[in-house]
T-cell receptor, first 117, second 113 residues
Framework: AQTVTQSQPEMSVQEAETVTLSCTYDTSENNYYLFWYKQPPSRQMILVIRQEAYKQQNATENRFSVNFQKAAKSFSLKISDSQLGDTAMYFCAFMKHSGGGADGLTFGKGTHLIIQP | DSGVTQTPKHLITATGQRVTLRCSPRSGDLSVYWYQQSLDQGLQFLIQYYNGEERAKGNILERFSAQQFPDLHSELNLSSLELGDSALYFC????????????FGEGSRLTVL
């Protein structure tokens, strides 16, 4: 079974600063996906960024980028030029890639990110 | 708007009762997933359906059941409800199996009194 660990229950930074959220995972799988999801107060789960394990290049989406270290099983999220609207719970998630099906997403416990004005 | 529709948004019921949560996936998506989010357990994967068939099972209790209908909408049935079943229940959909991107609905907030 897979496990996902987010060691920072809460973080707070000033607007426009850069912040990095940590995530580690444990798996024996070789092919998998990693994700960061955002859950604002509206409670909707929104995909922030996705990384395929076979890709060495780190994924980037505008102000969001990841540092994927496969050997270390680490998948951190960097938010640059943070904005008030980035305030939310952030969940790291794992999905194994298997042609016959999937076990769904395994989520970490989440990091509550607060962007201060 | 993710395109995934869940009803009802809020539901209050009593212990021992049974409720049904409904999910309509995004147009064209064949996979439907159900998740439970509670303060103590976090986000837990319950079950996945693909094109009407059960494909993966997570931490779903025997008191819970689900199905996906020919029109691809899905229902999650929760019976003999207990206080601990109070949670936010999410439905998510994706195009296929293990495609890597899930689109979530806004969730159904269940309160068991």
């Amino acid at each position: 079974a897979q496990t996902v660990t987010q060691s920072q229950p809460e973080m707070s930074v000033q607007e426009a600063e850069t912040v990095t959220l940590s995530c580690t995972y444990d798996t024996s799988e070789n092919n998998y996906y990693l994700f960061w999801y955002k859950q604002p107060p509206s409670r909707q789960m929104i995909l922030v960024i996705r990384q395929e394990a076979y890709k060495q290049q780190n994924a980037t989406e505008n102000r969001f980028s990841v540092n994927f270290q496969k050997a270390a099983k680490s998948f951190s999220l960097k938010i640059s030029d943070s904005q008030l609207g980035d305030t939310a719970m952030y969940f790291c998630a794992f999905m194994k890639h298997s042609g016959g099906g999937a076990d769904g997403l395994t989520f970490g416990k989440g990091t509550h990110l607060i962007i201060q004005p | 708007d993710s395109g995934v529709t869940q009803t009802p948004k809020h539901l209050i019921t009593a212990t021992g009762q049974r409720v049904t949560l409904r999910c309509s996936p995004r147009s064209g998506d064949l996979s439907v997933y159900w998740y439970q989010q509670s303060l103590d357990q976090g986000l837990q994967f319950l079950i996945q359906y693909y094109n009407g068939e059960e494909r993966a099972k997570g931490n779903i209790l025997e008191r819970f059941s689900a199905q996906q209908f020919p029109d691809l909408h899905s229902e999650l049935n929760l019976s003999s409800l207990e206080l601990g079943d109070s949670a936010l229940y999410f439905c998510a959909s994706s195009v296929g199996l293990a495609t890597g991107e899930l689109f979530f609905g806004e969730g159904s907030r269940l309160t068991v009194l």
